[in-house]
Nanobody, 124 residues
Framework: DVQLVESGGGSVQAGGSLRLSCAAS????????MTWFRQAPGKEREGVAG???????TYYADSVKDRFTIGQDSVKSVYLQMNNLLPEDTAIYYC???????????????????WGQGTQVTVS
């Protein structure tokens, strides 16, 4: 079975930083579109940042550009470095993976087959 395990969430004051990690196990392909989504209370899940592990192409939501950086620790492990956090960044952050989601569908929830359980990020 494929498992995505997130870590690194927590509470931080506005202007602070957090680093989230997502490790994939059991994934059957050599590359994947791995993306961080987030969902705040009462809001839809939205794509934050994604990376295609095959060539390193990255994708960002406008709201996090210049503050968040997505990268790869290994072929099947990605991180999200979040700097200058704002209260509106408060949400549950989910890691998602799929073989074909990158490109124009990188931030579309239903484009992803595999999901982690989520990690809470709270900015006050």
């Amino acid at each position: 079975d494929v498992q995505l395990v997130e870590s690194g969430g927590g509470s931080v004051q506005a202007g602070g930083s957090l680093r989230l990690s997502c490790a994939a196990s059991g994934y059957p392909y050599s590359s994947a579109c791995m993306t961080w989504f987030r969902q705040a209370p009462g809001k839809e899940r939205e794509g934050v940042a994604g990376v295609f592990t095959g060539d390193g192409t990255t994708y960002y939501a406008d709201s996090v550009k210049d503050r968040f950086t997505i990268g790869q620790d290994s072929v099947k492990s990605v991180y999200l470095q979040m700097n200058n956090l704002l209260p509106e960044d408060t949400a549950i952050y989910y890691c998602a993976a799929d073989r074909r989601a990158c490109g124009v569908t990188w931030n579309i929830v239903r484009a992803y087959w595999y999901w982690g359980q989520g990690t809470q990020v709270t900015v006050s």
